[in-house]
C-alpha cells in the first residue's frame, strides 16, 4: 500500500496503477478533457517528491519547458513507484463562471404540487374501517399512488390530531405529520456536460430562495458527450461509475441548498431536471452508446417521472423526479426548456436560439416552423483542444483587445494569464483578423507580409507557426492549429445557421431576433462573433442573452402547469434536421469556413 499527498491529504493505492486512475479511485475532482486517452496533454500536475516512471518523448510533447523544471507531468502517463505527493498547477474555482442564473420570464403560477391539512379526529377509527379507509374518508378521496408508502406510514400518521395531504395535480402524492403546509420546495436542475446547477424553488410563494452548483464529476472521464458515451463503451462498470457519480453530485447540491437555506430535504417534493440527452441517460442509468453510432438512436426522449428515491435521491419519501423531454440524441431537453424559457415562439418575431458550445445545438422559428440542428463545433469554443486552452476559470483570458496598436488580456482572477478559454480565443482571432495577422483564409501569415505588426504581437516560426500576445499582466501563445480548430467550430454553427434558414426559406436579413444561451453564450461578445464570421454582421443589434436557460426552464416547470403544458406542445413541433443528411450541406460547410465577415 502507497500513498498520494495532495494538498496535505493522504490518499492510499496499490503500486502498478497510472496517477489517472488513483486519482479516479479517490474520487479527487480532477478535469481529464480526453478521458484519458493520451491525446489532450491537459492532464497536468507538479510532482512535489516521490519516485516515477522517466518522461517519454510522447508525454514530453506536452509540455512546455518551464513546465517541465518545476516537474510537470501528465497524470495519464506517470506511475507512482511508490509514496509520492503532487500538486496542481491552476486552482480550480468551480464556482467562478458557472453560470447559473437564467432570466426568468413572466409566467402563470399554477404549481404541480400543493398541500392541505386535515383535523384527524380519533372517532375517525372508531368504526370497523381500517386506517386507509379512515384515511381515505377524513381526505374525502382514494388513495392510488405511493399506495404503500403511505401504508407504511400510517400507523404513526394516524395518531396525529393534524395531518398534511400532499398533492400532485389532482391525485394524493403522500400523507405527512402535523401541518407542513408551510414547507413545500422544489428543485430545478441543469446537468450540463461540464457544470451541474441546482435551484431551489419555493412551491407556495413561487421564488427561487438559492442556488448551487458545481463541476460535473464526470468531467474526469472525458470532456464532451462523445468522449463520456465512449467511456461507457470501453470500461466495464464505465456507466455506474458516471450514473453514481452524478447523482452524488445532485445528493450533495441538494444538500447545500437545504443547509444555506434552513429547510428540511424531506420537503422537497419535486425535480424537474434539464439536461442533454447523454446526460440523461446517465442519471436514469440507461446506457447511451446507441447514440455514439449510427443511426444514432436515444433510448427515451419523452418526459419520464420517477420516485426520487428509485435513483438515490435524497429528498421527501414521496418525492418524484422528472425529467424534460427533449427532440433527438443531439438536441435534448435542455434545448427545449431553453427555447420555452425564451419564449423563442410566441412573438411572431422570426428568431434563431443558439446554443453556442460542444454541440452548438439551435433552433430557429420562422415562417410557421420550428426547425432544429445540432452542429459539430467540437470542444474548441470551449477553450478545449486550444493548446493552451482551459475553462474559463481562474488564470484564464477571457478577452482580448487591440487597441492603437497595443494588446490587451482580460485574465478572470486578474491574475498572470494560465491559458485562454472559449470566449478568449474568439477575440483574440476576430482581433488578429481585425489587424491582418491572419488572413480570411485562416493562416497566420508570414511576419514579412503583415504591414504593421501591432506592439505586443510576435509571430514564432517553429515546427507549426505559433503567435505570441503579450501585455502588461503578461502573455499567451495561439497556434496555428488553434486557428483552425476555431474555424472549424465557427464553419460548424454558421452552416447549421444556413441550413436551417435554407429550410425554412428565410434569408439572414429576415431574422428579428438571435437569442444567445448557455454556459458559455454568456461570455462572448457579439463583435468578436461576427468579427471571426460566426455570425452574420446582419445579426448586430439582434442578439438576446438568456444566460442559463437550461434552468430557467426546470423552474418554470416546477412553478407553472401551462409551462409543461407548452414544453410538451413545443417539443412535438420541434423538426429535427440531421445535417450530413442535407442536400449540400459539405458545400455549405466549406463556404462557412472562410473568415471573411458576413
Ligand atoms: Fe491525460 Fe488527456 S492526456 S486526460
Redesign the pocket.
Known amino acids: 500500500m502507497c500513498f498520494l499527498t495532495v494538498k496535505g491529504v493522504k490518499y492510499s493505492f496499490d503500486k502498478g496503477l497510472k496517477l489517472?486512475d488513483i486519482i479516479r479511485q479517490n474520487n479527487i475532482t480532477f478535469?481529464?478533457?480526453?478521458?484519458?486517452?493520451?491525446?489532450?496533454?491537459?492532464?497536468k500536475v507538479i510532482l512535489k517528491s516521490g519516485d516515477v516512471n522517466p518522461i517519454t518523448n510522447e508525454e514530453e510533447k506536452?509540455l512546455t519547458v518551464d513546465e517541465l523544471s518545476v516537474g510537470t507531468r501528465?497524470?495519464?502517463?506517470m506511475e507512482p513507484k511508490g509514496d509520492i505527493c503532487i500538486d496542481f498547477p491552476e486552482q480550480l474555482d468551480d464556482k467562478n463562471k458557472i453560470l447559473t442564473k437564467g432570466i426568468l420570464p413572466e409566467h402563470d403560477f399554477k404549481p404541480n404540487i400543493n398541500k392541505k391539512t386535515f383535523e384527524f379526529h380519533q372517532h375517525c377509527l372508531k368504526n370497523e374501517l381500517s386506517y386507509l379507509e379512515a384515511l381515505e374518508n377524513v381526505l374525502d378521496e382514494k388513495v392510488v399512488a405511493n399506495k404503500h408508502l403511505i401504508l407504511q406510514q400510517l400507523p404513526s400518521i394516524i395518531k396525529e390530531k393534524k395531518i398534511t395531504a400532499i398533492y400532485s395535480n389532482n391525485y394524493i402524492l403522500g400523507v405527512e405529520k402535523k401541518d407542513t403546509t408551510s414547507s413545500c420546495y422544489g428543485v430545478a436542475i441543469d446537468i450540463g456536460t461540464t457544470t451541474v446547477v441546482a435551484s431551489l424553488v419555493n412551491l407556495i410563494t413561487g421564488q427561487e430562495i438559492e442556488i448551487e452548483s458545481a463541476l460535473n464529476p464526470q468531467t474526469e472521464y472525458g470532456l464532451d458527450v462523445l468522449s463520456r458515451i465512449d467511456f461507457v463503451r470501453k470500461n466495464k462498470g464505465g456507466l455506474e461509475l458516471l450514473h453514481n457519480g452524478i447523482i452524488n453530485c445532485l445528493n450533495r447540491l441538494i444538500m447545500s441548498l437545504c443547509k444555506n437555506s434552513k429547510i428540511d430535504k424531506e420537503n422537497i417534493y419535486e425535480i424537474a431536471v434539464a439536461a442533454n440527452t447523454t446526460m440523461l441517460h446517465i442519471l436514469l442509468n440507461v446506457d447511451p452508446t446507441c447514440m455514439g453510432k449510427s443511426p444514432y438512436k436515444s433510448v427515451f426522449i419523452k418526459e419520464n417521472k420517477f420516485l426520487a428515491s428509485e435513483l438515490g435521491i435524497k429528498i421527501s419519501a414521496y418525492g418524484m423526479v422528472y425529467t424534460l423531454p427533449g427532440v433527438s440524441s443531439f438536441v435534448g431537453s435542455d434545448i427545449v426548456a431553453g427555447v420555452c424559457a425564451g419564449s423563442l415562439f410566441e412573438k411572431g418575431k422570426k428568431s434563431l436560439f443558439i446554443d453556442v458550445g460542444t454541440n452548438g445545438e439551435m433552433v430557429l422559428y420562422g415562417s410557421g416552423q420550428m426547425v432544429a440542428c445540432a452542429c459539430a463545433a467540437g470542444p474548441a469554443l470551449e477553450g478545449m483542444n486550444i493548446k493552451n486552452g482551459m475553462r474559463a476559470t481562474s488564470g484564464a483570458v477571457e478577452n482580448v483587445k487591440i487597441i492603437d496598436s497595443q494588446v490587451f488580456l482580460k485574465v478572470i482572477g486578474d491574475i498572470k494569464p494560465i491559458g485562454i478559454c472559449g470566449s478568449g480565443i474568439i477575440d483574440c482571432i476576430s482581433e488578429l483578423l481585425q489587424n491582418k495577422v491572419i488572413g480570411l483564409t485562416g493562416r497566420i501569415k508570414n511576419q514579412d507580409n503583415i504591414e504593421s505588426l501591432p506592439k505586443g504581437v510576435a509571430i514564432k516560426d517553429g515546427s507549426t507557426r505559433s503567435i505570441m500576445l503579450s501585455s502588461a499582466n503578461g502573455e499567451i501563445s495561439v497556434t496555428q492549429n488553434d486557428v483552425r480548430q476555431v474555424q472549424l467550430a465557427k464553419g460548424a454553427i454558421l452552416s447549421g445557421i444556413y441550413t436551417l434558414l435554407d429550410y425554412v426559406k428565410l434569408s439572414i436579413y429576415e431574422l428579428d431576433e438571435v437569442i444567445i444561451a448557455g454556459q458559455f453564450g454568456a461570455h462572448l461578445n457579439v463583435e468578436s462573433l461576427i468579427g471571426v464570421g460566426m455570425l452574420p454582421s446582419t445579426f448586430n443589434g439582434k442578439v438576446r442573452y438568456i444566460g442559463n436557460s437550461s434552468v430557467t426552464g426546470a423552474i418554470l416547470y416546477l412553478l407553472s402547469r401551462n409551462f409543461r403544458e407548452i414544453i410538451r406542445d413545443i417539443t412535438g413541433r420541434i423538426d429535427y434536421v440531421e445535417l450530413s443528411t442535407m442536400q449540400d450541406y459539405e458545400k455549405t460547410f466549406t463556404k462557412a469556413l472562410t473568415f471573411k465577415k458576413i
Not at 31 to 43: A, I, R, Y
Open positions: 489517472i478535469e481529464t478533457p480526453c478521458g484519458g486517452g493520451l491525446t489532450c496533454g491537459k492532464c506536452f501528465l497524470a495519464c502517463f
